[in-house]
C-alpha cells in the first residue's frame, strides 16, 4: 500500500532558479497539506487543499510560492524565484475526509545556495 | 502567545524511566487533539489521538485538560527506541467548514542507555 510519495527527496539549487516539489497524495485521500520545516520555525503549513480546491493558503509566505493541485492524485509547490532563505524540508501531507490523520511523505530536503 | 506551545526539552532520560510531556493551546474552541512522533530526518507520524477521557496505548497514556487547555502525553518504562521528537497537534473548532491543525514546536527526547 503507496503512502504518499514525495519527488524529488533532494534538491541543491542556486538562488534565483525556479524549484518544484511534487506529491502524489494516498489514493482516496481528499485533504492535502504542504508544510515547511526549520529549526528555527518548526512545522508550518503552508496550504491545504481540499477536494483539489485549495482552502487556506495564509500560509504560503510570499508570491514566490505557489502551489497548484490539478487533480485528485498530484500536487505541486513551485518556488520561483528560489532564495537561501527557502532552505528546508518541505513535507506533503494527506488524510481522509473527517479522520483528520494526516499521513506524511518523506519530505523533500531542499538547499539553496 | 503561540496557538501550541510545548517545553522544547531536550529530555534526557535513562531506559525504564517514565517521562511526561504537556502541551498547552490558546484557542479554548479547539476540538481534536493528537501526538505525533518524529524521528531524526524522518516525517511526521501519528502516535495517538487524545480523547476527553484519557486513552492508553500499551506504554504510552495521553490526557486532556479542557479546562487548564493542555493535554499530555506519558511514557512508561522509556525504551531506546523512544528517542525522538513528540509533536502535540491541534484541531480547532468542527463547527467550521475548515478544521486547521497547528502543530506545536515539539519536545526532544533521548533515551540514554
Known amino acids: 500500500d503507496a503512502g504518499v510519495i514525495q519527488s524529488p527527496r533532494h534538491e541543491v539549487t542556486e538562488m534565483g532558479q525556479e524549484v518544484t516539489l511534487r506529491c502524489k497524495p494516498i489514493?482516496?485521500?481528499?485533504?492535502l497539506f504542504w508544510y515547511r520545516q526549520t529549526m528555527m520555525r518548526g512545522l508550518e503549513l503552508l496550504i491545504y487543499f481540499n477536494n483539489n480546491v485549495p482552502i487556506d493558503d495564509s500560509g504560503m509566505p510570499e508570491d514566490r510560492f505557489s502551489a497548484k493541485m490539478p487533480n485528485a492524485s498530484f500536487s505541486t509547490l513551485k518556488i520561483q524565484p528560489s532564495e537561501p532563505r527557502d532552505s528546508a524540508v518541505y513535507f506533503c501531507?494527506?488524510?481522509?475526509?473527517?479522520?483528520?490523520?494526516?499521513?506524511f511523505g518523506p519530505g523533500t530536503r531542499l538547499t539553496v545556495t | 502567545r503561540k496557538e501550541v506551545e510545548q517545553d522544547p526539552g531536550p529530555f534526557n532520560v535513562p531506559e525504564g524511566a517514565t517521562v511526561a510531556f504537556n502541551c498547552t493551546y490558546s484557542?479554548?474552541?479547539?476540538?481534536?487533539f493528537f501526538w505525533y512522533r518524529q524521528d531524526c530526518r524522518k516525517e511526521p507520524k501519528l502516535l495517538m489521538s487524545v480523547y476527553s477521557s484519557g486513552n492508553e496505548d500499551g506504554r504510552f497514556t495521553a490526557q486532556l485538560n479542557r479546562a487548564s487547555q493542555y493535554i499530555s502525553l506519558l511514557i512508561r518504562d522509556s525504551k531506546l527506541s523512544d528517542s525522538a521528537t513528540y509533536l502535540c497537534v491541534v484541531q480547532s473548532d468542527r463547527k467550521t467548514s475548515y478544521d486547521k491543525v497547528i502543530f506545536g514546536p515539539g519536545t526532544s527526547l533521548s533515551v540514554i542507555p
Open positions: 501531507a494527506s488524510s481522509r475526509d473527517y479522520t483528520y490523520e494526516q499521513y
Open positions: 484557542n479554548s474552541a479547539s476540538q481534536s
Open positions: 489514493s482516496g485521500h481528499n485533504s
